[in-house]
């Protein structure tokens, strides 16, 4: 039952969602300090840049793998100076695919399942969303390595979930950049088929409910 394993894919994430929120701030006479990076008005908006955004799925079941893509349809990094403030993003959940299946009758089998009301309803939610409420950077991060810790909600199938990970942010002229793999529980979505959260003697025919979302997303000024 290859064309269920699918249904870890997306869960769009996506993602890709990014980053702003909930934040903690501590006020003196002489300053304000936040542990959190608070988006100020002042904030510029980077617009994500569709066409080189970047989000991959990737799902695994008891008997094999499947992986895909998915793109973002919208989408913003909010930005003050060469920080990161905030952000939101809208998924768009008819362009998902598959990558692992080289079979045209079988891969359209499995998008369509994936589609369907046993995944993730695309007829009724056409889109997902995910908006920062907050960002949080990680003291002396090494080169290349996560330097924001991300909090977000994110919404799939209408129902939102806060979910949080580390993620690589950098902002340089007039160009922003976020790379960061976003593990999904589909359970907290309602998404049922061949989830051992609601199904008992499942064997071989089990999916995992977790699925993992690889963003790569540009913006720009």
């Given at each position: 039952?290859?064309?269920?394993?699918?249904?870890?894919?997306?869960?769009?994430?996506?993602?890709?969602?990014?980053?702003?929120?909930?934040?903690?701030?501590?006020?003196?006479?002489?300053?304000?300090?936040?542990?959190?990076?608070?988006?100020?008005?002042?904030?510029?908006?980077?617009?994500?840049?569709?066409?080189?955004?970047?989000?991959?799925?990737?799902?695994?079941?008891?008997?094999?793998?499947?992986?895909?893509?998915?793109?973002?349809?919208?989408?913003?990094?909010?930005?003050?100076?060469?920080?990161?403030?905030?952000?939101?993003?809208?998924?768009?959940?008819?362009?998902?695919?598959?990558?692992?299946?080289?079979?045209?009758?079988?891969?359209?089998?499995?998008?369509?399942?994936?589609?369907?009301?046993?995944?993730?309803?695309?007829?009724?939610?056409?889109?997902?969303?995910?908006?920062?409420?907050?960002?949080?950077?990680?003291?002396?991060?090494?080169?290349?390595?996560?330097?924001?810790?991300?909090?977000?909600?994110?919404?799939?199938?209408?129902?939102?979930?806060?979910?949080?990970?580390?993620?690589?942010?950098?902002?340089?002229?007039?160009?922003?950049?976020?790379?960061?793999?976003?593990?999904?529980?589909?359970?907290?979505?309602?998404?049922?088929?061949?989830?051992?959260?609601f199904f008992d003697s499942l064997g071989d025919k089990a999916i995992d409910d977790n699925f993992t979302l690889s963003l790569n997303i540009a913006a720009k000024q």
């Amino acid at each position: 039952m290859k064309k269920t394993a699918i249904l870890a894919s997306f869960a769009a994430m996506f993602m890709f969602s990014a980053f702003t929120g909930n934040t903690t701030i501590t006020t003196t006479p002489a300053a304000n300090t936040t542990s959190e990076v608070a988006a100020p008005a002042k904030a510029v908006s980077y617009k994500v840049e569709a066409g080189k955004s970047e989000v991959k799925w990737h799902a695994k079941k008891v008997t094999g793998e499947h992986m895909g893509n998915i793109k973002l349809k919208e989408g913003q990094i909010l930005v003050d100076g060469n920080k990161p403030t905030g952000g939101n993003f809208v998924i768009d959940m008819n362009s998902i695919t598959c990558t692992d299946i080289a079979d045209a009758e079988y891969n359209g089998k499995l998008i369509g399942h994936l589609k369907n009301d046993d995944f993730f309803s695309v007829d009724k939610f056409p889109t997902s969303t995910f908006k920062i409420t907050s960002l949080t950077p990680v003291k002396n991060a090494a080169a290349g390595k996560p330097n924001y810790t991300v909090k977000g909600n994110l919404t799939i199938k209408g129902i939102t979930n806060p979910i949080e990970f580390p993620a690589v942010i950098t902002v340089k002229n007039g160009a922003a950049s976020a790379k960061a793999d976003v593990v999904v529980n589909r359970a907290k979505y309602d998404i049922r088929y061949g989830s051992t959260s609601f199904f008992d003697s499942l064997g071989d025919k089990a999916i995992d409910d977790n699925f993992t979302l690889s963003l790569n997303i540009a913006a720009k000024q």
